[in-house]
């Protein structure tokens, strides 16, 4: 366990120093919702129906940023390698990888959504529905980027091909997590948080070993 | 195997405590690939290898010290923080890492971002990790690279205490090292 | 050695079943496009239920050459068997193609009864993802060099796809019936009188025995392709 | 054969989907048949 704590805390010393990931997905993230209204107008009453959605959708691309880095950087010089080959084994790795992406990325955005709802005219009642959906389902955006990112290791501009092999696959949660967004804004109850709980939960349980089997292949051969 | 072909075939060797080993050969012929298959990175199409006793390919990676083509070293991270991630990474002591810094002469570079380090420097940096680890099995690959005379010497030096204290290791070079080891041709 | 054993085996085999493969298919396909012409029209859905005898059989084989590809990566991941990979990677093409010609043919379907090309009708979107799982897989295959290791990565990504399928599928469900009630487009549904039964199936079996028969070829074809090469591979070095 | 003439107002969406699905096989079959017998050809005998 230590050694995974020692990946976990090297991963979020390198992504907080100049150059590192995590600030890139908030502006990213910013960005895509700042400049949605300009796309669609800014009636309040339009806006306010599609702040949910765009918000989710927004936080699962900048989710998306961080990840072709994820394991590419460690591959290209010879760090996995090492991590191989220390007692962590390649389901600490994963989870380890997956942990510290979601703390780079999936916390930062969740935290600062609410911001974003603001500028988007969310209903009030919906802020704890964007708060416990975002919380909820960014794990398992991360979970699954993972197991994408050590898909696409060898692949020297793999990142291009994370959003393709990741669209059907995130569908369930984006629909889910504006779902429940959604059901607050209409006062209504659709158990979308529960399906999105009950998605999070098989997907983070499952994605470290899915992830391991990916970076075994990729680096044994 | 690669692409489909094998890289080499019935290469059989057996290396006792405190022995080196060093594998030539020219480029193509699979040093890496039999440093990669011994260290248990790769999977061999035919044939086993084991250390002490240890046949699973995973669990045989705990006593491999790797040092490989690329040296590790993170751009953001200064040599101190590295020792200290890969101490706590394969219990290595972190008392030792102010002496190892000294050995390899980083000691004045050791809070500076690796992103400034010289390529001999980042390759030294790299033999420090190989000692704090301490793990009974070097694979070194053309471990002379990069590396100038003094940096050559220290080489030696940890590779002869490293062999003194009955660990092995198997070196993929072209330069001759000056130690009396085995020697396996590939061709 | 093993690669090339038993994709000997293989094309020996191939070579007798597939010139029945064909004639069946062949025969299939004209009976079944005969039929769905001339049966008379439905009394609900008038002339357009025509449309349905080449769009239930596109998808079905859509979703059928997924479980195939996905089985296929399974047996070729689990015990390393290098026809199963050669047959997954040749599937996805074919299971693409199929899937785009479902998706033409349903929303020509709609178009009469909803009046646009596209609705987000739960079957129509469920089989726009699958579209692009297809297209993830192929990417995949292209984009790693190594043989070996794209077949791995293809065959997780398919393993990851066919577990997530049913969560997409009952994803997409929920998220139509949140928006626009219960789906008015019940293909293959027991609205389906006897009479329509028929040609739907001889064109749901033509469409199938037509997937496999082309599987069959491209397999051959990439065992040659890999013979063209290793020879070349192996004269020169 | 009343029935094909007969099909009436929707032919602009029966035949389209018949045409599409025509495109669909046969040029699949086409070029797999194509890339069939370039393999056959340059493989060694």
Known sequence: MRAAAALLARDLRIATRAGGSAVLALAFFAAVVTLLPFGIGSDPKLLARVAGGVIWVAAVLANLLGLDRLFQADYEDGNLDLLALSPLGFEGIAAAKIVAHWLITGLPLTVIAPLLALLLNLPPSAYPALLLSLLIGTPAVSALGSAAAALTLSIRRGGLLLPLLLLPLLAPVVIFGAGAVLAQVDRVENGAIWFLAAISAVTILLSPFVTAAALRLNLSD | ?187 | ?237 | MHAIIGIGKYAAFIWPAYGISAIGIIGAVALTMLAYYRAKRQSPK
């Open chain 2, 1 to 187: 195997m690669r692409g489909g072909r094998p890289v080499f075939r019935d290469v059989n060797f057996r290396v006792g405590r405190g022995e080196a080993l060093v594998v030539e050969g020219p480029n193509g012929s699979g040093k890496t690939s039999l440093l990669r298959l011994v260290a248990g990175l790769l999977a061999p199409a035919a044939g086993a290898i084991s250390f002490s006793g240890i046949a699973d390919r995973e669990e045989r990676g705990n006593s491999v010290g790797w040092l490989g083509h690329h040296d590790g070293a993170k751009p953001q991270l200064s040599p101190r923080e590295m020792l200290l991630f890969f101490a706590q990474l394969c219990g290595g002591a972190r008392e030792s890492i102010p002496s190892l810094l000294q050995l390899v002469g980083l000691s004045r570079a050791a809070d500076l971002p690796c992103q400034y380090l010289s390529a001999g420097q980042k390759r030294r940096l790299a033999l420090a990790r190989l000692k704090l680890c301490g793990r009974p099995l070097w694979l070194l690959d053309e471990p002379l690279a990069a590396l100038d005379a003094q940096g050559k010497s220290l080489l030696l030096d940890l590779l002869r205490e490293h062999l003194a204290a009955g660990s092995i290791a198997l070196i993929a070079t072209h330069e001759l090292l000056g130690l009396q080891t085995q020697r396996l041709q590939l061709t």
């Open chain 3, 1 to 237: 050695m093993l690669a090339y054993a038993n994709p000997q085996r293989f094309m020996e085999l191939s070579h007798r079943v597939l010139p029945w493969l064909c004639g069946a298919t062949a025969v299939l396909f004209a009976v079944g496009l005969y039929l769905s012409v001339t049966v008379p029209p439905d009394y609900q859905q008038g002339e357009t239920v025509r449309i349905m005898f080449v769009h239930v059989p596109a998808a079905w084989v859509a979703m059928m050459a997924y479980g195939f590809m996905a089985l296929a990566s399974l047996i070729g991941l689990v015990n390393r068997h290098p026809l199963a990979d050669v047959a997954a990677k040749e599937a996805a093409p074919l299971g693409a193609l199929f899937t785009a010609m479902a998706l033409i043919t349903g929303s020509l379907w709609g178009r009469p009864m909803w009046g646009t090309y596209w609705v987000w009708d739960g079957r129509l979107t469920s089989f726009l993802l699958l579209f692009f799982l297809y297209l993830g897989y192929i990417a995949l295959w292209n984009a790693i060099e190594n043989e070996v290791r794209a077949a791995r990565a293809a065959a997780v990504l398919a393993l990851i796809g066919a577990v997530n399928l049913p969560i997409i599928e009952f994803s997409v469900q929920w998220w139509t019936t949140l928006h626009q009630g219960e789906s008015i487009f019940r293909s293959g549904g027991p609205l389906i009188s006897a009479v329509f039964l028929w040609p739907l199936f001889i064109m749901a079996v033509a469409y199938t025995l037509l997937f496999f028969t082309l599987l069959i070829v491209r397999i051959r074809t990439e065992i040659l392709e890999r013979r063209t090469r290793s020879a070349a591979l192996g004269s020169s070095s």
